[in-house]
């Protein structure tokens, strides 16, 4: 007998029972909505075996492992599918997305939205037949045999045995891939399934090898999840912001520095309000505003250890015979700046924040406007403190990222990621961070989930995935607690006993990008910023040419008092005028006509509601003016 530990209550099975008949022990419902398992932390498929005392997990479509499964299952029935409508086509990759999936195919000819059609029809076959998906394993010989003719499969296939990686493969009737899983017990459990585009996709990213077609989609347990999704997918490409971004002249992306965004006025003003306000709050929590070179030498970041952890996506050059990189993170600046001076256990905590431009390579298909980029603003901040700070500190940094992301409403959850394989560091100090930042979170009160192995190369992180108004979750905030830097760059204060000590460093954004945040926020508001925000904040129409002069004035008025404000005098009509204002978004249009001027007020047209009434000038001052003090939404 074995010992299987569920949520806390510890059952009793008989050795090599399954994760899919405990499953059904516990109930019919929760083995028909099971969708893959966790042993001990593992994710695995629901006809694992369970040999030994474990604790074990059933994942649902409600979690984000059980999605996985169903969304890579699904990828292999759309794939056996293209199979059956083209027998020559050879196969890439086909993950699992964070919605959905996609799959890289080579078939006879280029695939297109017109085979969609086809294609779904053929996996609704495969679904109706509800095939076992069986998991085996196999050596190298067994492979090149079985993914003869393809050369992508036997591609990856002489890689994995390379790297010494245990070789598996799955199979659903007529269709073998090459997987690691985890995947459903069966197809017959993909009810709703969507194709939703094709893209062109070079092997492996590279550019210099076979173009592919990208085919992306989607399923569900249930046909309204379906129709749900696919009204937001609706709504949010009435909000893409590079389509929103263009018709409000906030920025433009050029093929002279494709993912280098261009800010225009519009955009700059936007831009510049964030990083005001980033640096009000920063300066009421204490810290101070630094800046450092956005290229250094080789030499710094070998020492800091990007240089091999990170080298793939830096910019490098040369500078009189030595080795440069321009910056893809701020933190090795920020211990050269702690360094400046002796420090003292009275200094600390040191908080220094810095909005430092930096660089990272991406590809140019993973290039998406404002939200993947080469080059962005990155809002951070570096806290050195003693061990004893730490709680503390931690605590600080999530009330502000939470006065941040209410102030725009958002709401949020927290993801704790844990030690990755690729680490610096003992796994004493790793243990030690992550039980701080744990710890913080508990104090707080706060609700979190474990990512198992995702941390940052030299510490664990706090990541915050905001929801936005439809829906979407975005990774823009992370607390990450590191112990090795300091000890990289040998870092010091002294102690109240008099000694020399390491410090403990918390990286931390708020915005993460603000280039990205900026994206997020134009979705998010679809445009339509709060007042405090918005580019142009009040624009004055007036009905005729007599009144102009007095629409001229109230727009003066207005920006002396600190107001974006301008002025429509153009020979266009009212109606004409007012329509293009709505459609800028701008917050408040004044109508001003004769009766306006005699009497010193106007009519007010909000965006909030169309009719504003009409009101004396100053008093529409000072509720504008209240209305961006207080940054109301």
């Not at 196969?91 to 059609?117: C, H, S």
């Not at 070789?167 to 009737?173: A, D, F, I, N």
Request: charged share 25%.
């Amino acid at each position: 007998m074995i010992q299987v530990t569920l949520k806390g209550d510890k059952r009793q099975f008989e050795a090599g029972i399954t994760a899919a008949e405990v499953a059904k022990s516990i109930g019919a419902g929760l083995y028909k909505a099971a969708c893959a398992a966790k042993v001990d932390g593992e994710a695995c498929d629901l006809r694992t075996p369970l040999e030994k005392d474990c604790t074990l997990e059933i994942m649902t479509f409600d979690s984000p492992e059980g999605q996985h499964a169903f969304w890579h299952t699904a990828a292999h029935v759309m794939a056996q599918a293209v199979q059956h409508l083209f027998p020559q086509a050879r196969f890439g990759i086909g993950p699992a997305l964070e919605n959905g999936w996609y799959y890289d195919i080579k078939a006879e000819r280029p695939l297109t939205t017109g085979d969609f059609e086809a294609i779904e029809a053929e996996m609704k076959k495969i679904i109706k037949a509800d095939l076992p998906v069986e998991k085996r394993f196999i050596t190298v010989e067994e492979g090149r045999a079985l993914f003869a003719g393809q050369s992508y499969k036997l591609e990856l296939l002489e890689e994995y045995a390379e790297k010494g990686w245990q070789l598996s493969v799955y199979t659903q009737g007529d269709f073998t891939d090459l997987c690691a899983g985890p995947h459903l017990m069966s197809t017959g459990a993909l009810k709703a399934v969507k194709l939703l585009k094709v893209a062109a996709a070079y092997w492996r990213g590279d550019v210099q090898r076979d173009s592919l077609d990208r085919l992306y989609g989607i399923a569900f347990p249930k046909a309204s999840q379906l129709e749900d999704y696919l009204h937001m997918l609706e709504e949010a490409q009435k909000r893409d912001h590079r389509r929103l971004g263009k018709e409000l002249e906030l920025f433009t992306l050029m093929e002279e520095g494709p993912g280098f965004p261009f800010f225009l006025p519009k955009g700059m003003i936007l831009k510049n309000e964030l990083i005001d306000y980033w640096r009000e709050i920063h300066r009421a929590a204490g810290y101070q505003e630094i800046s450092t070179p956005v290229m250094l030498n080789r030499a710094l970041w070998e020492r800091s250890g990007h240089w091999d952890h990170y080298k793939k996506n830096m910019y490098t050059t040369v500078i009189d015979d030595t080795d440069f990189a321009i910056k893809p993170m701020n933190c090795p600046g920020g211990m050269l700046v702690y360094q400046t001076k002796p420090r003292s256990y009275r200094d600390l905590p040191l908080r220094m924040g810095e909005l430092g431009l930096v660089h990272r390579h991406e590809l140019s298909g993973a290039l998406h406007g404002l939200m993947r980029v080469r080059c962005f603003t990155q809002d951070d901040a570096h806290i050195f403190m003693t061990p004893e700070q730490i709680k503390d500190e931690i605590k600080g940094v999530v009330k502000l990222i939470d006065q941040v992301y209410s102030l725009f409403g958002f709401e949020y959850h927290i993801e704790l990621s844990t030690m990755p394989e690729d680490h610096l560091g003992d796994e004493a100090a790793w243990q030690q961070a992550t039980d701080g930042l744990r710890a913080a979170l508990e104090e707080l009160g706060r609700e979190y989930t474990v990512n198992e192995g995702d941390g940052a190369f030299y510490g664990p992180k706090l990541d915050f995935h905001l929801v936005d108004a439809i829906g979407r979750t975005w990774q823009c905030g992370t607390i990450q607690l590191d112990m090795q830097l300091p000890e990289r760059f040998e870092l010091e204060y002294t102690g109240e006993d008099g000694l020399k000590h390491r410090p403990v460093m918390i990286h931390r954004v708020v915005f993460g990008s603000i280039e990205r945040f900026i994206g997020i926020l134009i979705e998010h508001f679809a445009g339509a910023f709060p007042t405090w925000l918005a580019p142009e904040q009040v624009r004055v129409i007036p009905i005729a040419e007599a009144h102009q002069a007095y629409a001229r004035e109230v727009a003066q008025t207005l920006e002396a008092a600190g107001v974006r404000a301008s002025a429509d005098c153009r020979n266009e009509k009212m109606g004409y005028k007012i329509r293009e204002g709505q459609l800028q978004k701008v917050p408040y249009m004044l109508v001003v006509g004769a009766k306006e001027m005699e009497d010193g007020t106007v009519s007010v047209r909000a965006r909030k509601e169309e009719n504003g009434g009409v009101k004396p000038l100053e008093e529409f001052k000072a509720q504008i003016l209240q209305e961006i003090k207080t940054k109301a939404r």
